[in-house]
């Protein structure tokens, strides 16, 4: 079942095709096999992915456990792995330590030898050269042979592969000189696995032969309770995928919003989930607009149609998430508090309050074979509300500006990316976002605003004379520098700005 990212119209699909004509394609069409159809594979398996990293990510939630419990469904228990969890771990740790099995599996076969015919070795074998020239033999000519425990065990490992790699043609390149169990044998080793395993579990010391032996455990657990001929109907899903979209994101953005404490015992979870019930998709603090002080950025995710962009609803929501947010800081300060020292929403002298950026962010498809590249565009028009149009530094007036995401890279990523490669995306966007307002700010033709700033030393003085032509079209920096934002058409304002130096934002 296809999202409606997936989708250009009520027709088309991203694909060029209705959804009527996937349904109704070619039945000799082999989306299982052909390397044509690779794609798809990729995408049932990161569907998958998201929907168990994100009943791992918030099984914990009461708040989001609350719609979890209507929305997604599964037959597997919390600790269960399905099949498709152990293919994907089998073939992900042989890809990851291929060398060093392989190198295990040669120096058990050749410790175990007696008697090597070498004649007949070098005559029948092929050997692999070591870094010093040198040759070495995966497979021996002798009399005599005992295979240990550890030959068996990874004996279980490489037929268990080989039977994934068969049934599912992932092509995977086996290395000949591994025994390999097949067939009726293979069958049977699936029945009784287990108990083979129990009689050499204590003698793996090696990190890759234990995690080895973990993986074969799982396997024979889950083919022992079934009859291997008979796969067990394995299921999750969700209704309502918007939810794992949002979590996505702010998996991109932030880290888990609980985790988020400070030293007082503030939690970013009580700006979050608000009291009236609203509850913010992504929230975070970094450098303000205007200053070196610190400001919520505030974001919304919308899971549409690749075409589509937010209506008048998204925009009066996110005015009530704006204000909800400054009030909850407001609040703080009025009681001495903030979440963190250097950040400043209400400056005391010009009572003007500070820009809050906000953003929504698209999940679109351009190329669906491009799980790559994030894509990351501005796109849409920037939205603006306001009370007085004339005062920037007003709580009532809100910026948006709308991103689009490739939403299958974060698809992908969301269950792949390293932590490394987390932060990296953070601090690009975040840069990057705050950039994209400056810059338009400093464009008086778009935002309609001119920034100036007043220089001389009597700063109070100059505020309350001016205060009334002044309300909320200044501000007084981190730094002590005041800060006049003009509207185009506030002509009260020409006579007080007409001395003063246009101010750039950086």
């Known amino acids: 079942m296809l999202p409606k990212v997936f989708m250009k119209n009520e027709q088309k699909t991203i694909f060029g095709i209705s959804k009527d004509e996937i349904l109704t394609l070619d039945s000799e069409t082999n989306f299982k096999h052909d390397k044509e159809f690779e794609w798809i594979r990729q995408i049932s398996v990161y569907f998958y992915n998201s929907l168990i990293e994100f009943r791992k990510r918030n099984k914990f939630s009461s708040l989001i456990q609350t719609s979890l419990s209507k929305s997604l469904n599964s037959n597997l228990g919390q600790q269960e792995y399905s099949y498709l969890d152990l293919l994907l771990s089998f073939v992900n740790f042989y890809k990851k330590n291929k060398s060093i099995i392989l190198f295990k599996h040669i120096q058990s076969t050749s410790q175990n030898i007696k008697n090597t015919n070498w004649q007949k070795t070098i005559r029948k074998s092929v050997s692999i050269l070591n870094q010093n020239g040198q040759p070495v033999y995966s497979k021996f000519s002798a009399k005599n042979k005992k295979v240990d425990s550890e030959e068996e065990l990874l004996t279980y490992f490489v037929s268990i592969l080989y039977h994934f790699n068969k049934e599912h043609l992932l092509h995977l390149k086996i290395d ?71 979590d996505m994101v702010d998996k991109l953005f932030s880290d888990k919003i609980e985790d988020i404490v400070n030293e007082e015992g503030l939690s970013l979870k009580n700006l979050k989930y608000n009291e009236d019930g609203k509850i913010i998709d992504h929230v975070y603090d970094y450098q303000s607009l205007i200053d070196t002080s610190n400001i919520f950025y505030i974001g919304d995710s919308k899971y549409y149609k690749s075409n589509n962009i937010a209506r008048n609803t998204s925009k009066y929501k996110q005015i009530t998430y704006s204000k909800n947010v400054i009030q909850y800081n407001i609040d703080l300060l009025n009681k001495q508090q903030s979440y963190k020292e250097n950040i400043r929403y209400r400056d005391e002298l010009t009572e003007g309050y500070n820009i809050t950026p906000n953003f929504f962010i698209y999940g679109y498809i351009d190329d669906y074979r491009n799980f790559e590249g994030a894509k990351l565009e501005e796109r849409g028009k920037i939205i603006n509300s306001f009370h007085f149009e004339n005062r920037l530094f007003d709580r009532d007036t809100l ?63 100059f505020v309350e004379t001016n205060f009334r032509k002044l309300n909320g079209k200044c501000f007084k920096t981190s730094d002590n520098r005041l800060i006049i934002a003009k509207h185009n058409e506030d002509r009260q304002l020409e006579d007080v700005v007409s001395k003063l130096k246009i101010y750039i934002l950086v």
Request: proline content about 0%; charged content about 30%; aromatic content about 20%.
């Open 399 to 461: 910026f948006v500006h709308q991103y689009q995401i490739n939403f299958l890279y974060v698809l992908k990523n969301y269950s792949q990316f390293s932590r490394r490669k987390i932060e990296e995306f953070r601090r690009n966007t975040k840069k990057r976002f705050r950039n994209n307002f400056i810059r338009f700010f400093n464009d008086n033709q778009k935002s309609k605003f001119t920034f100036y700033e007043y220089e001389e030393s009597d700063i109070s003085d």
């Open 176 to 246: 000949k000189s591994y025994k390999i169990i097949k067939g009726i044998q293979f069958e049977t080793l699936q029945k009784n696995g287990l108990s083979k395993l129990k009689k050499i579990k204590y003698k793996y010391f090696n990190d890759t032969l234990k995690k080895i032996y973990y993986l074969c455990e799982a396997y024979f657990h889950q083919t022992s309770l079934n009859n291997a001929k008979e796969n067990r109907e394995e299921f999750i899903s969700i209704n309502n995928y918007n939810l794992v979209f949002e």
